[in-house]
């Protein structure tokens, strides 16, 4: 019987990070995708505990203080967290935990976790790519597109620290790659009760 397993993915808003996690949970049982909370307000078309859990500064900060997430980043001068207690119990339940956290957070699961998580990287082909889809989701100002652009570039600086790497520019092909990664994290021995295989398979 395998553990519960944790899939991180990160990499620029507009990517398309999110479409290749909905059609996977669409297409997969099992999984717990972590709701992040967020101290930024909620967009059109967003609803509160499904894009994020929606919450104040002074809420949030006190959930620091209390340890309540598993980890927090301010990104656009907002803040973002993974609350702690619902991924445990997923964890417990034998689920996989799927993260689409930031750089930022990845660091500190990846510190939490060591080798029980895969890790993967999604990114546009190309600077100009991400500024065109960012321009045409129509939810953000020229100015926050540019904030977010630039945000990404440095996060592109990480891409060597994640175990795969996902060039979504055509979204079937991607799908396949993300796909496949998912199911392969059921296998890997860490995830797995070992000396229960072992013994069954002497007894």
């Not at 809420?59 to 980890?71: N, T």
């Amino acid at each position: 019987m395998s553990k519960g397993q944790i899939l991180v993915i990160s990499g620029p808003s507009g990517s398309g990070k999110s479409s290749l996690i909905d059609r996977l949970i669409k297409d997969h049982n099992n999984i717990y995708f972590s709701v992040s909370s967020t101290t930024r307000e909620i967009r059109e078309g967003e609803e509160e505990g499904i894009n994020y859990h929606y919450i104040s500064k002074d809420k949030f900060e006190e959930g620091i203080e209390k340890g309540e997430f598993l980890e927090w980043a301010i990104v656009h001068k907002n803040y973002y967290g993974t609350s702690l207690v619902p991924v445990q119990k997923a964890l417990q339940e034998g689920k996989t935990a799927i993260f689409d956290i930031d750089v930022q957070g990845f660091k500190i699961v990846k510190e939490k976790f060591k080798n029980a998580i895969v890790s993967i990287f999604i990114t546009t082909k190309s600077r100009s790519e991400l500024k065109t889809r960012l321009e045409l989701r129509g939810t953000d100002s020229k100015d926050d597109i540019e904030r977010r652009i630039l945000n990404a570039a440095g996060e592109m600086e990480h891409i060597k620290e994640y175990d795969y790497l996902i060039i979504n520019d055509d979204f079937d092909e991607s799908y396949a790659a993300f796909e496949s990664i998912f199911k392969s994290v059921e296998y890997k021995t860490i995830n797995l009760n070992l000396r229960g295989i072992i013994d069954d398979w002497i007894n």
